[in-house]
């Protein structure tokens, strides 16, 4: 009992979120630290619930536009993998050329995402100057994809069968070039989250995540790729397309923010290809009926493996929505990360995560 007093009086318990300046949702750790070392976290989760899933059973053809609420950094990937769970309820094959404007439209927000992503990185080391110009970037692929689709966010582009909305001549050309002016200025700001010193002091050997405890929280994404797992299911859905996913070993906060960088890389090449390469045809099917039965689909999503599971009753009203997002497992994984840090790398640990309360909490 004396014992337990005496590491009591040596701990302090201080409640980190859910209002924070690193934090742009409601995220609470509860840290257990010595002096200014954290030997423990907990994750306090709670603060925001919208219902989504039973909202998203009341009608199958509303929901491909609701779907897109439960997140706005990642809304075409919700609307995808539901219609593609649709589509395998109807057993409808959507055309080639709808397949690849997806892709576009996937791998753009996929951009936009991992731009955010390290651009919050900057903003909590202190390098406003790198975090506005990371921005620049974001908004440029912003007014590409509202040109597309007419929508900045929520694109409302797919339809169970294919999409809503064809790309033209001229916007592919527009996207190639967009592209290519992205990459030159990209690449010089991705020798700076490689090189600088102050990042590197910041981010090497923060936040480690060992391939072991990696597996054993399941996480996905470009958080499971910096620890070493190579698991990346766009090298499925990118058949025919040269791709290879970005695997790094370190498993710190660095590896985190360089999985992404080499990412935006590799999506933009994607793009290019897709663009370029982009097939002619229909870009929907036509189906009839109502679901019946059950199934899930899977996709890579920016932060990672994001699964829909429907089961449908023969209704317009579906009878289950069940959706595993990737922030879920990725933010569980911060209590394993923090012990042994410093509490001044609290922040820049939590935003190597690329944490998003609105998917983890629907």
Known sequence: MIKERDEMSRTTIIPFGPQHPAFLEPLNLSLKLSEETVIGAEINYGYNHRGLEKALTSDFRRSIYMCERVCGICSFFHSTAYCQSLESLFQVQVPERARYIRTIMMESQR???????LGHTAEAIGFESLFMQLFRERESIMRMVNDISGNRVHYSMNAIGGV??????QQRSDIVSRM?????????????????????ARTVGKGVLTPEIARSYGVVGPVARASGIAQDLRETYCQGLSFRPVVREEGDAYARSMVRVEEILRSIDLIRQTASELPGGALNIPFRGRPTGETFTRLEAPRGELLYYVRAKGTTDLERIKIKTPAFVNVAALSAMVPGCEMADIPVITVSVDPCICCTER
């Open 164 to 169: 809503r909305r064809d790309i033209s001549a």
């Open 111 to 117: 951009l936009t995402s991992h731009l955010l992503a």
């Open 180 to 200: 290519d002016g992205l990459e030159v200025r990209f690449e010089e700001l991705a020798k700076i989250f490689e090189k600088d010193p102050t990042i590197r």
